[in-house]
Structure formats: C-alpha cells, structure tokens
T-cell receptor, first 110, second 112 residues
Framework: EADIYQTPRYLVIGTGKKITLECSQT?????MYWYQQDPGMELHLIHY???????EKGDLSSESTVSRIRTEHFPLTLESARPSHTSQYLCASSGSGEQYFGPGTRLTVT | LAKTTQPISMDSYEGQEVNITCSHN???????ITWYQQFPSQGPRFIIQGYKTKVTNEVASLFIPADRKSSTLSLPRVSLSDTAVYYCLVGDISHYGQNFVFGPGTRLSVLP
C-alpha cells in the first residue's frame, strides 16, 4: 500500500485567505503531482515536480504555487483564495511506474 | 502523448464479466498502457499495466493485441463495489519528462 498523505482532508475558508495544502510521501519518489478535480469531472494536472527544486506548471492554468524543498514534501499554496478555487485537490507521486494518489483535500471557499 | 478514447459509460449486472476497451491509435514504441480506478471523492488507484499480449493480476486482466492500437480491461464477475470510473492512460513510464493525461474515463455502473 502506498504511503502518501494529504492534509487537511476538508477545508472551508473565506475569500481572500492564504492557504497551504500539504502533501507528503514516504516512498522516496522523485516525481510528484497536483491535480484538481471537480465532482464528476476529469482530473486536471496543475503542477508537477521531478525532484528537489524542480517545479513546473501543468496543463490547467492555476493561481496556486508549489515548492519542493524536500523529496518527500510537495505543498501547494493559494495566496488569496476565491470561490472559483472550490474543488478537490489530489496529490500523487511516482517512481518509475504508476502514480500513487493521496486521499485528496476538498476545499470550499466561501 | 498518445490520445486515448474510451466509452463514456457502461452498465453491467453483478456477477457478469465487464470488458472496457480503450483505443490508442498513435501509441509509440516505448509506451505502456495503464489502467486506474477511481471511486467518488477518492484519488485514482492503479489497477494494471501492460505493454503487449496479456497481463493478469488478482483483480483484472489486460488484453493488448499485436498492433497495440487498443487494449481491453477485463473485470471478472463484477460486484456493486466495482462501480467507479476507469481511466486508460498511455505513455512512456521511463521518460522522465512525460506526464500522463487523465481523460474523462469510463463510468461503470454495476446494477444488482
């Protein structure tokens, strides 16, 4: 079983607040990803990283930012949350094969 | 990246075998075929991966014809708990710079 964790699982926050979604993995994987998914809709890649100090934007434009200072940690930050950011955010990691996904963070911005 | 096409939805009954076919006409020589399963409010979970012919594990089989332009995920004797979205992805898993695109997937509904 893969060991990838996300916190918080659920978050309700007001407009304009700064938030950081945490993602950690204990598998030593170099590659990590952030996806955004609305209910019943497709997953969209918003950020990825191939290793420490490597970060790239994904296919879907996002106002969030990420950092990769340690191999196991890949946090996502929203400087000023808006209702349009309401969604589920999924973190994943991979070594040389399949991706392992975390449980996700369901974010609601009021 | 190889584009994939799969049915948007499928219905089945408990105990039946379900086959979901994915088309990937422009698959490249180094590409592998990977299937994921996703339940509501959860992240996708790896089911099976293959390169050619047939791969089988404890939950599914993957059939890949010689031309590799399509693949079929086979779920034996499905139960209600197999109701989920199934994604077919194609790509070079060893290529460091490649990302995989999750399309809309196939929404499988298993009925009692």
């Amino acid at each position: 079983e893969a060991d990838i964790y996300q916190t918080p699982r659920y978050l309700v926050i007001g407009t304009g607040k700064k938030i950081t979604l945490e993602c950690s993995q204990t598998m030593g994987h170099d590659k990590m990803y952030w996806y955004q998914q609305d209910p019943g809709m497709e997953l969209h890649l918003i950020h990825y990283s191939y290793g420490v100090n490597s970060t790239e934007k994904g296919d879907l434009s996002s106002e969030s930012t990420v950092s990769r200072i340690r191999t196991e940690h890949f946090p996502l930050t929203l400087e000023s949350a808006r209702p349009s950011h309401t969604s589920q955010y999924l973190c994943a990691s991979s070594g040389s094969g399949e991706q392992y996904f975390g449980p996700g963070t369901r974010l609601t911005v009021t | 990246l190889a584009k994939t096409t799969q049915p948007i939805s499928m219905d089945s009954y408990e105990g039946q075998e379900v086959n979901i076919t994915c088309s990937h006409n422009n698959i490249a020589t180094n590409d592998y075929i990977t299937w994921y399963q996703q339940f509501p409010s959860q992240g996708p979970r790896f089911i099976i991966q293959g390169y050619k012919t047939k791969v089988t594990n404890e939950v599914a089989s993957l059939f890949i014809p010689a031309d590799r332009k399509s693949s079929t995920l086979s779920l034996p004797r499905v139960s209600l708990s197999d109701t989920a979205v199934y994604y077919c992805l194609v790509g070079d898993i060893s290529h460091y710079g490649q990302n995989f695109v999750f399309g809309p997937g196939t929404r499988l509904s298993v009925l009692p």
